[in-house]
């Protein structure tokens, strides 16, 4: 940083990786925040020698500031920080006053803190704050950055996981990839070669992946990909809370294709997706869509509590994954370099050729999305979450105001129902589900006549509809909510 640069932060209001200190009587004790905040956020400058008051600076300059560098420089390389932290100093004379400026670079170590775990401080906006329990966790996850799903679960097996999706995947595979050695070897050996398995055990990449929903709920409690279809342009102008919500599928294969599915439902698409989801021709702006949902699947944090979740509105698309990028975005947006969180699930998307391999991936969503909409695409990060927006062109509008009507229509019939069809289509907002499931969700002892004459009522209305229509007395019948 020259001291132009200096100059300019200084004339600022508000910075994200700038703080200034008096250190007027030695080094104040907020300094240590500091240190840690940027070594766990995303690194930033400390400047001694300036002093703030109301919103204005003014360079008072260190007393004996070969002093405080020392000082400064042996605290962060001696016992008070749990590691040795490696800064960059800088000192600055502004005629009889001098200004001394250190970089603190972002840690591969986090949490980073000083005398107890306790003291482990975040960025957040231009100032320091003590950081959350579950913030500590996630550093401590993201120590394991790229390990942590290719681990082993010893008391698993290959029974764990769904010959269906083994099936259709390996299936998949000959169609869209029919040179690729993968081909050749039988499922087995196919997923030892990817690591899925290791020694027969499978991984928890794998797990996710293939497993079978009840194996995986014994390790990820809560195990699921939301995606909700709000009729407005934000939560707060939406008439109802949501138009759709997508029912829980058994494992990360299965969702994608759902997932897919939904996110493209309102692109302008003057063409149709053959059986395994590609477009028949060219189209790059739904490639883009493509590599943002694969990107938010094998980049997650599925340790987290917090859930990944797709946001589909009137006049956007949002992409919100649990798990923050290992750098600074503006690194990977100038770099080719590819860094995934899960790198077995990265394989597994990239055999298929449903995502980018080699880091391209941000340029293909950027260009892809460009070509359609002229409009960027907006990355935004922070310590635990991540969050990728696509803006719809104003040809979405129609469709956008014919959901918006829609969904009055809807909120309009819901009105009118008694509690037991709101309770039904509560139940199916999230699952499908047939009578015999309605009556133990509701709590139930049998399927009365109240229920039955609920379900026919909501089914003539056009609120729900069956999973099997040409098929009304199917044993395998079960009822969903209307999708428009």
């Not at 250190?102 to 107890?116: C, E, G, M, R």
């Not at 928890?204 to 342009?233: H, M, Q, T």
């Not at 956007?316 to 994954?321: G, L, Q």
């Not at 809807?410 to 499908?432: F, G, M, R, V």
Request: with cysteine; charged share 30%.
């Amino acid at each position: 940083m020259t001291k132009q640069e200096l100059l300019k932060k200084l004339q600022d209001i508000e910075w994200e990786d700038f703080e200034v200190k008096l250190a007027s009587g030695g080094l104040p004790k907020s300094a240590w925040e500091s240190v840690s905040a940027f070594s766990n956020t995303a690194g930033g400058w400390l400047i001694f020698g300036i002093e703030e008051r109301n919103d204005n600076f003014s360079i008072v300059g260190v007393e004996n500031p070969s002093k405080i560098e020392h000082e400064f420089l042996n605290t962060l390389n001696g016992e008070k920080f749990n590691i040795k932290i490696r800064v960059d100093a800088y000192k600055y004379n502004f005629e009889d006053k001098t200004i001394l400026a250190f970089y603190i670079p972002i840690s591969k170590q986090k949490p980073v803190y000083y005398n107890s775990l306790a003291n482990s401080f975040i960025r957040s906006g231009s100032g320091d704050r003590r950081a959350t329990k579950e913030e500590i966790d996630t550093m401590y996850r993201d120590q394991t950055f790229g390990t942590k799903t290719s681990e082993v679960i010893e008391n698993y097996t290959i029974d764990n996981l769904s010959s269906i999706s083994l099936n259709q995947y390996k299936e998949y595979l000959q169609t869209v990839n029919p040179t690729s050695h993968y081909n050749k070897l039988s499922i087995e050996e196919f997923l030892h070669k990817v690591s899925v398995l290791v020694d027969g055990k499978p991984t928890f990449a794998g797990l996710l992946f293939f497993g079978k929903r009840d194996s995986i709920e014994r390790y990820f409690v809560d195990f699921r990909i939301d995606l909700f279809e709000i009729p407005g342009s934000s939560i707060s102008d939406a008439k109802v809370r949501y138009t759709y919500r997508l029912p829980e599928q058994e494992n990360l294969w299965d969702y994608y294709f759902i997932l897919f599915e939904r996110v493209t439902m309102r692109i302008d698409k003057p063409f149709k997706l053959d059986s395994m989801g590609f477009a028949k021709e060219d189209y790059p702006y739904i490639d883009a869509l493509r590599e943002a949902l694969v990107n938010m699947l094998m980049h997650a944090d599925y340790f987290s509590p917090i859930k990944s979740r797709v946001r589909v509105f009137s006049d956007k698309i949002e992409f919100f994954n649990a798990g923050t990028y290992p750098k600074p975005i503006e690194y990977f947006l100038n770099s080719d370099t590819s860094m995934p969180r899960n790198p077995i699930l990265a394989k597994l998307f990239r055999a298929v050729k449903l995502a980018e391999n080699a880091g391209y991936g941000f340029d293909k969503m950027i260009d892809g999305w460009k070509s359609y909409t002229n409009k960027p695409i907006k990355f935004e990060t922070d310590l635990d979450t991540s969050l990728t927006t696509f803006y719809l062109e104003k040809a979405t509008e129609q469709a956008g105001a014919q959901v918006e009507a829609q969904a009055e229509a809807q909120a309009e019939a819901q009105a009118d129902l008694n509690e037991t069809e709101k309770k039904i289509l509560e139940c199916l907002n999230s699952e499908n589900l047939s009578s015999a499931e309605l009556v133990q969700k509701l709590g139930l002892k049998s399927l009365s006549g109240s229920l039955k004459n609920a379900i026919k009522h909501l089914l003539e209305i056009k609120l729900i509809e069956l999973t099997i229509p040409d098929k009304p007395k199917s044993p395998n019948q079960k009822y969903k909510t209307k999708k428009e």
